[in-house]
């Protein structure tokens, strides 16, 4: 019989995306999230999401910043809740089960997990919590920015998230940039597996025809603006200085973007999925020029909706772009390199349609159930 899965998200990732899977092939044991959603295709009664006020509590601590402190305590409430729910589970199985859980939240649920025989595999699509932390107090010294207050619940989850990296059995993460962060700090690379993530755009849905002529627009899209490099943007674009463009950052604003600012740029503030889609359906360039990236789902949603794509190759989906084919790389905090590139780009966008055809033909081929499909390969059925 094939072991049944646990899956354990105190947020939905893309956790909802493989219970689904799993669901749909009689694999799922369950699904514990504390996600304000409710995951689509799996039955309520294996479906532990908590309390209505758990839910409500941890998400106005996870958005307003005076209270974010907090959220250690929410996380590790629960994961004693998964530990609580699953435990028991696992037991009946006989040692036949695997749980799923994702870094930061599951210490307690992995101590649980091997009591009852079952093997774990830990999700962590960043690097190396120590080796990003690094890379962001990098970026506090050279630019002033303030990181290590304003992450001061997840990097004060350090200690903790390095004990569950130690007790999983294994590591998955979504790319080689990530699992070398791993294997650079004493790791065996039997211990790390990788699997790539989905997109979440069908590439066949909505073609868009952009206007080559007209406003050159260049997207980056990002929820932390120190990881994803916004700044080394802002100077490249100043310093680039292309007429008839204009710069849209879909992510959060910074004090220390204000000397960068200019006519032909905005802040846009979050929006939902049909809303995202129509800034990617616009941009005639997706620039992601993050510091550190495990992945970066962005480019694959970007490329899914035949978006070019300039990244840095600090992005682990870097690892799916062929240059000059079906998208474009650039060194990392290179400012000047990226200018160059945001030029030469420009000056040619008549050319990237065939790069445009490549990127949702490159999309299609990273499906959620190819995501799937190689969770269960790494599972070992």
């Given amino acids: ?24 092939r009689g ?11 409710e995951p689509r295709g799996v039955p309520k009664s294996i479906a532990f999401r ?7 509590a941890c998400k106005v601590v996870q958005r307003t910043p005076f209270v974010r402190r907090f959220e250690k305590t929410c996380w590790r409430a629960f994961d004693h809740y998964a530990a609580v729910r699953f435990g028991p589970r696992a037991a009946k199985e006989m040692g036949n089960s695997v749980f799923h859980v994702w870094s930061g939240f599951c210490r307690e649920t992995i101590a649980a997990a091997h ?29 002033g920015f303030n990181t290590a207050a304003e992450m001061r619940a997840y990097l004060g989850n350090e200690t903790r998230m390095i004990e569950e990296y130690q007790r999983a059995d294994f590591i998955v993460t979504p790319s080689e940039f990530s699992a070398q962060s791993f294997i650079r700090k004493g790791y065996s690379p039997d211990k790390i597996k990788i699997c790539r993530l989905g997109a979440n755009f069908d590439p066949s849905v909505n073609p868009v025809m952009r206007d080559s002529s007209g406003t050159f627009t260049v997207l980056s899209v990002g ?5 994803k490099g916004f700044i080394y943007l802002l100077a490249a674009w100043r310093k680039a ?9 879909r992510g959060p604003f910074n004090k220390r973007f204000k000397e960068w600012l200019g006519d032909n740029i905005e802040f846009l503030p979050s929006t939902d999925h049909k809303g995202l889609q129509r800034l990617y359906c616009q941009a005639n360039l997706f ?16 490329m899914a909706n035949g978006c070019a794509v300039l990244i840095s190759d600090a992005v682990g989906s870097g690892e799916i772009i062929k240059e000059g084919k079906n998208g474009f790389k650039f060194p990392s905090r290179d400012i000047e390199t990226l200018a160059q590139r945001l030029t030469a780009l420009y000056e040619q966008r008549s050319l990237l349609a065939p790069i445009r055809e490549a990127a949702k033909e490159t999309a299609r081929e990273f499906s ?11 599972y070992g059925k």
Wanted: proline share 4%; glycine share 6%; with cysteine.
């Fill in 115 to 143: 009591r009852s025989g079952a093997r774990v595999f830990l999700e962590r699509s960043c690097p190396h919590i120590s080796i990003q932390r690094e890379i962001l107090a990098e970026e506090d010294s050279r630019w």
């Fill in 241 to 249: 200085a292309l007429p008839n463009s204009r710069l849209l950052i």
């Fill in 27 to 37: 694999r799922l044991g369950g699904i514990c999230t504390w996600d304000w959603r």
């Fill in 368 to 378: 959620w159930e190819r995501y799937g499909d190689e969770m269960l390969s790494i």
């Fill in 223 to 227: 929820t932390h603006a120190v990881r």
């Fill in 1 to 24: 019989m094939s072991a049944p899965v646990f899956i354990s998200a105190y947020n939905r990732y893309h956790s909802f995306q493989l219970a689904q899977y799993l669901e749909d």
């Fill in 287 to 302: 620039c992601l020029p993050s510091v550190e990236e495990g992945f970066g789902m962005v480019v694959l949603e970007a």
């Fill in 50 to 56: 908590g309390t209505l006020s758990k839910r409500v």
